[in-house]
């Protein structure tokens, strides 16, 4: 799937308002939240797996990484009464509504009820995705374990949590940053999206579906850019960056040029 990562988006047209999930807050709410009560507000986020963020910050390689690590991307966050949830691996993504959180047997282990539409929902039509995790002050979860039922096939998975897009994550631990090629030319790939090399100025967002692709891969963003063609590969070895051309093949993946176009060098400056 090209661009999955905008799902996180989308997700939010196609949930249609219902009756909302909580009760207004009560005083008892306002009070410190009891260890074994868990409230859906204290799981909205962005939360990546641990063993994918690991190797993405050590290769820079979305590629390299989803090689060493399966990655799992899950986002809940409230909208119009319902609470969508939506889990990817980059290549698919599925898209579902949580019902419910419920105390699990185990002390401090609870299960979310998801269901694939919102509203009445037949017990034998639900989902349970059964978890623990490191709880702030707050009460907000800071770190999961779950059980994952779509790419885990129900094996437990640690997740951490964003405090930022996922698209910013990516981009700052893959490429962002200034550079100088061989003749003195100055690049720049900002955290935000934005990227500016000698003659040229664009929007881009980093290929995360590298299933097919032989190498990884920067495009004009689908929806800061979306009349634009970019693509430009790319390969980062300690403080360098090389670029390649980078073109489709027939079954929709990226292919990269043997040798680079050009060699960057980071700033020291930055």
Same mark, same amino acid.
């Given at each position: 799937?090209?661009?999955?990562?905008?799902?996180?988006?989308?997700?939010?047209?196609?949930?249609?308002?219902?009756?909302?999930?909580?009760?207004?807050?009560?005083?008892?709410?306002?009070?410190?939240?009891?260890?074994?009560?868990?409230?859906?507000?204290?799981?909205?986020?962005?939360?990546?797996?641990?063993?994918?963020?690991?190797?993405?910050?050590?290769?820079?390689?979305?590629?390299?990484?989803?090689?060493?690590?399966?990655?799992?991307?899950?986002?809940?966050?409230?909208?119009?009464?319902?609470?969508?949830?939506? %889990?990817?691996?980059?290549?698919?993504? &599925? +898209?579902?509504?949580?019902? !419910?959180?419920? $105390? /699990?047997? @185990?002390?401090?282990?609870?299960?979310?009820?998801?269901?694939?539409?919102?509203?009445?929902?037949?017990?034998?039509?639900?989902?349970?995705?059964?978890?623990?995790?490191?709880?702030?002050?707050?009460?907000?979860?800071?770190?999961?374990?779950?059980?994952?039922?779509?790419?885990?096939?129900?094996?437990?998975?640690?997740?951490?949590?964003?405090?930022?897009?996922?698209?910013?994550?990516?981009?700052?631990?893959?490429?962002?940053?200034?550079?100088?090629?061989?003749?003195?030319?100055?690049?720049?790939?900002?955290?935000?999206?934005?990227?500016?090399?000698?003659?040229?100025?664009?929007?881009?967002?980093?290929?995360?579906? %590298?299933?097919?692709?032989?190498?990884? &891969? +920067?495009?004009?963003?689908? !929806?800061?850019? $979306? /009349?634009? @063609?970019?693509?430009?590969?790319?390969?980062?070895?300690?403080?360098?960056?090389?670029?390649?051309?980078?073109?489709?093949?027939?079954?929709?993946?990226?292919?990269?040029?043997?040798?680079?176009?050009?060699?960057?060098?980071?700033?020291?400056?930055?």
């Amino acid at each position: 799937m090209k661009h999955i990562v905008s799902l996180f988006i989308a997700c939010a047209l196609l949930c249609a308002p219902v009756a909302a999930q909580e009760k207004p807050a009560t005083d008892a709410q306002k009070r410190p939240p009891r260890p074994d009560r868990v409230y859906l507000k204290d799981l909205e986020g962005t939360w990546v797996s641990e063993s994918f963020m690991k190797a993405l910050k050590a290769s820079r390689s979305p590629r390299q990484a989803a090689r060493q690590a399966p990655p799992i991307v899950i986002q809940m966050k409230k909208d119009n009464g319902v609470y969508p949830i939506v %889990t990817t691996n980059f290549r698919s993504a &599925v +898209l579902s509504f949580v019902i !419910e959180v419920e $105390p /699990d047997r @185990k002390p401090k282990s609870w299960r979310l009820v998801t269901a694939k539409s919102e509203g009445i929902i037949n017990s034998s039509d639900v989902t349970y995705v059964y978890f623990t995790g490191k709880r702030a002050s707050s009460g907000k979860f800071e770190s999961l374990s779950i059980k994952e039922p779509h790419f885990a096939k129900r094996k437990r998975v640690d997740l951490a949590g964003l405090s930022e897009p996922l698209e910013t994550f990516i981009n700052r631990h893959t490429l962002a940053g200034k550079y100088k090629d061989e003749r003195g030319g100055a690049y720049e790939f900002t955290e935000a999206g934005d990227a500016t090399l000698p003659d040229r100025k664009f929007a881009y967002e980093i290929l995360l579906d %590298t299933s097919k692709s032989g190498c990884d &891969v +920067l495009l004009n963003h689908h !929806e800061r850019a $979306p /009349d634009k @063609k970019e693509a430009v590969g790319f390969a980062a070895k300690g403080d360098k960056v090389l670029l390649y051309k980078a073109a489709a093949t027939s079954k929709g993946a990226w292919q990269c040029d043997a040798q680079p176009t050009a060699t960057l060098t980071r700033d020291s400056a930055t």
